[in-house]
């Protein structure tokens, strides 16, 4: 067991291996990302009381799942980099700031966006709002101590101490619509109830979300072996693959 | 299909703005996403491969320097 943890602390048995691995979580996301949104845009109906403004869900509610997950895998990264002084985790937990802001951002918009027609705004000081905009900047507070701390080292340990102080925002987000009194919608996606949609429209979600997660595993994958490439230039393999090229 | 035409697609029932909108921005940030890493695989090895030429050029220079001293003394 601690042969195969000692391995995927190697970076460069991660690069081959993940080489391996990328076209398929790229074709995977593709594939189901087209047909969520194929399905959710023309054929799932439309919602009795918002119309289909609602068809909006099939971005907004993906990307905001993905936000809280890559947030929770940084900040486990970043732990494992500071207990165990992995370099590999710490990688891992600085390529997921930017995809994680990104997410983060694009449900912030799409939500103002179907804000807009639902509730007559594009913003309230909401609880549910208001964590996400936190979540952003927790986000942008990693890729800034990143790019401000030239060592290396001392990058990874600070912005691993800010996400796991971060980490408080995860659950406030999670249960905001059921401890305050909001204008957002209960979580549409459960793992233990059944879901209060029908079928129709909870299929096409259910592929977005999966597709998402294949998208973020495909970019985090990405940009962890250029994050290699450039702290391992030194060595010989990256040489004979600057060589090969 | 749950629409009855195409154009009434687009439309989607008025929200056409709204719809649209949140799904071309996502596709926006999508790619971007996609091309910011290549682009940076891209440059790392442009400059490194351009550093490996630099360096071996300079040995070469340095080694026949020597040869060209050795010769002359």
Redesign the interface.
């Known amino acids: 067991m601690w042969t195969w943890f000692y391995r995927l602390g190697s970076p460069k048995w991660f690069y081959g291996i993940s080489g391996r691995w990328l076209p398929w979580f790229l074709c995977a996301a593709m594939v189901l990302?087209v047909t969520g949104?194929v399905w959710g845009?023309?054929?799932?109906?439309?919602d009795y009381q918002q119309?289909?403004?609602f068809?909006?869900i099939y971005?907004?509610v993906p990307?905001a799942f993905l936000a809280q997950s890559c947030y929770f895998i940084m900040a486990v990264c970043g732990a494992i980099g500071l207990i165990w002084k992995m370099k590999l985790s710490d990688m891992v937990a600085k390529s997921c700031a930017?995809?994680g802001a990104?997410f983060t951002?694009?449900a912030l918009?799409?939500g103002a966006?179907?804000g807009?027609?639902t509730w007559g705004t594009w913003w309230v000081w909401d609880a549910r709002l208001t964590s996400m905009l936190v979540l952003l900047f927790l986000y942008l507070g990693v890729i800034a101590l990143q790019s401000a701390i030239s060592d290396r080292n001392q990058a990874a340990k600070a912005s691993a101490v800010l996400s796991l102080v971060g980490l408080v925002n995860i659950p406030i987000i999670k249960y905001s619509v059921e401890w305050w009194n909001t204008l957002h919608q209960p979580a549409s996606f459960s793992v233990v109830a059944k879901p209060t949609m029908p079928i129709e429209m909870w299929m096409p979600l259910l592929i977005m979300v999966i597709g998402l997660y294949c998208?973020f595993a495909a970019?985090l994958v990405?940009?962890i072996?250029?994050e290699i490439?450039?702290r391992e230039?030194r060595t010989e393999w990256?040489?004979a693959l600057?060589?090969k090229? | 299909m749950y629409f009855e035409s195409l154009s009434d697609f687009i439309a989607m029932g008025g929200h056409a703005k709204y719809v649209w909108s949140s799904y071309l921005i996502a596709l926006f940030i999508f790619i971007l996403n996609l091309v910011l890493p290549v682009m940076a695989r891209q440059r790392f090895f442009n400059n490194q491969s351009r550093r490996l030429r630099r360096e071996t050029s300079a040995r070469n220079v340095k080694i026949e320097n020597e040869g060209h001293d050795a010769s002359g003394s």
Do not use: C
């Open positions: 990302l949104s845009l023309a054929f799932a109906p439309q119309g289909n403004s068809r909006i971005i907004h990307t930017p995809i990104s951002f694009l918009v799409t966006i179907w807009k027609p998208f970019l990405m940009r072996r250029v490439l450039e230039w990256v040489k600057i060589k090229r």
